[in-house]
C-alpha cells in the first residue's frame, strides 16, 4: 500500500468515527459511559476475530515470525490507552460541553509529534508541525472559537488527548515490528472492553432494558466506529508516519459536524466551515509538500550529476 492510500484509509477511518460521535451522544441517554464503551469494544471484538484468525493462519502457512513477548506487551499497552482515551473522554463530557471536548480532545494532533520525538526520537517533516498546528486551530474554529473557563471534564478531555496521542504513536511502532495489524486491533480491543466492563460493574447500574434502548447506538460504535475505523487506523499506519495519522484522523471533527447537520440538524456557520477549511488544506499540505520537496531535491540531484561531466 503506497503512503496516500494508507492515508485515505485513515480518512475513511475519520469519516466512521464522525458519523459515530452521534451514536456514542445519543447513547448517554439509556446507559452509562463505562458499559458502553465495555459492549461496543466486546462488539468489536467478536467482528474482528474471525479475521484476526485468519492473518494468523496465513501467518503459519508462510513461517513467518510468530508474535513475540514483546509484541504482546505492546498490544496490550496500546489497549490501556484506548481505553484511558475513551473513559477520560466519556466521563469528561459528564462535565463538560461538547464544544470544549471536540476542541481539547484535537489537542492529539499536536501532542502525537511530540510524543514522537521524547519517546523514540522520531522528527517528522517540518510541514508536519505547520500542518498539526492548522489542524488544531481549525478544530478550536470548528467547535465555534468558544472554550469556555476549564473545569474538571476539561482536565479529563486534556489527559484522553495525551491517552490518543500516545495510542497513535504506540500503533506506528509495534504494527511495523509485528507486521500483525488485526491481531493488534483485538488485543486492543479486548484490553478496552474487559477495562471497561470492571469499571461499568464496579461504578454503574446495569439493566438489561437498558442495553436493548441502546443496541442500535451500541451496534454502529461497535461494527463500525470501533471494529471497523480503529482496524483501518491501524491498517493505515503502517504505511504512514504517526504525526501523519493524526492529522488524517483529525477529520473526524469536521465529518462529525456534517453528519449531526445531518441527523441532528445542528448548524456549523461561516467560522465552522472556515475550521473545515484548514483541516482540509493541513491534510493536502502534510500529503503534497513532502512529495513536492523530494521531487525538487531528486530533480536538482540529477541536474548536478549530469553536470558534473561537463565541469570535469
Known amino acids: 500500500m503506497k503512503r496516500w492510500q494508507a492515508n485515505l484509509v485513515l480518512l475513511l477511518a475519520g469519516a466512521t468515527w464522525g458519523m459515530g460521535f452521534v451514536a456514542q451522544a445519543t447513547a448517554m441517554d439509556s446507559i452509562g459511559p463505562f458499559l458502553f464503551i465495555a459492549l461496543r469494544f466486546f462488539v468489536a471484538t467478536a467482528v474482528v476475530l474471525p479475521f484476526a484468525l485468519n ?16 509484541d504482546m506487551l505492546g498490544f496490550g499497552l496500546i489497549g ?32 502525537t509529534p511530540i ?25 478550536y474554529l470548528l467547535s465555534g472559537g468558544d472554550i469556555g473557563a476549564l473545569v474538571i471534564g476539561d482536565v479529563l478531555t486534556i489527559g484522553s488527548a495525551i491517552c490518543w496521542a500516545l495510542q497513535v504513536v ?68 503502517r504505511y504512514t508516519s504517526a504525526p501523519q495519522a493524526a492529522i488524517f484522523l483529525s477529520s473526524e471533527a469536521p465529518f462529525a459536524a456534517l453528519f449531526a447537520f445531518w441527523w441532528l440538524g445542528e448548524r456549523v456557520g461561516l467560522i465552522g466551515l472556515a475550521g473545515c477549511a484548514l483541516i482540509f488544506i493541513a491534510m493536502l499540505a502534510v500529503e503534497l509538500v513532502p512529495q513536492w520537496a523530494g521531487s525538487r531535491t ?8 549530469i553536470s558534473v561531466p561537463l565541469d570535469s
Open 55 to 70: 492473518e494468523s493462519r496465513r501467518q503459519r502457512l508462510r513461517e513467518d515470525t510468530p508474535l513475540t513477548a514483546s
Open 115 to 139: 510524543l514522537g520525538v521524547i519517546l523514540f526520537r522520531e522528527f517528522p517533516h517540518r510541514i508536519t508541525w505547520v500542518a498539526a498546528i492548522l489542524s488544531l486551530v481549525g478544530i
Open 80 to 111: 490501556i490507552s484506548l481505553f484511558a482515551g475513551m473513559a477520560t473522554q466519556q466521563v469528561g463530557l459528564l462535565s463538560t460541553s461538547v464544544t470544549n471536548s471536540g476542541f481539547l480532545t484535537g489537542l492529539y494532533v499536536v501532542l
Open 170 to 237: 504506540m500503533i506506528a511502532r509495534f504494527v511495523g515490528q509485528s507486521g500483525r495489524p488485526l491481531a493488534l486491533s483485538i488485543m486492543q480491543f479486548a484490553v478496552t472492553g474487559a477495562l471497561a466492563m470492571f469499571f461499568a460493574l464496579l461504578l454503574e447500574p446495569i439493566s438489561w432494558s437498558s442495553i436493548v434502548a441502546a443496541g442500535p447506538q451500541i451496534l454502529y460504535a461497535g461494527i463500525f466506529a470501533s471494529g471497523f475505523a480503529f482496524t483501518l487506523q491501524v491498517i493505515g499506519q
Open 298 to 305: 531528486a530533480k536538482a540531484e540529477s541536474v548536478r550529476q
